[in-house]
């Protein structure tokens, strides 16, 4: 494979390659294997962020009895089974 690299790039992998005396292929295999591993996890902004949004839709959860939601789903229910309007709609002119 062949790759074009902008200069600051090819110079950062160059660095680091001297620095911890590898090859240039072996830094690029370690970055794309660290990437890839990082791939589909959250980073630290988005976990905080989605810790906020869990935090704020908890707090919106109603506190009452878990009866009072059976009764209420219940009703719900039943007002969908028994079908439609009791009146007529009116219609547009």
Request: net charge positive; with cysteine.
């Amino acid at each position: 494979m062949t790759f074009t690299l902008d200069e600051g790039t090819a110079e950062r992998i160059d660095r680091t390659a001297e620095r911890l005396r590898v090859s240039k292929s072996g830094v690029v295999r370690e970055a794309v294997r660290e990437y890839a591993a990082r791939i589909g996890c959250l980073s630290e902004g988005e976990r905080l962020r989605l810790l906020d949004v869990f935090d704020t839709v908890l707090a919106r959860i109603p506190r009452r009895p878990a009866e009072a939601v059976d009764r209420e789903i219940a009703a719900v229910r039943r007002a969908r089974h028994e079908g439609g309007r009791r009146t007529p709609a009116r219609r547009p002119r």
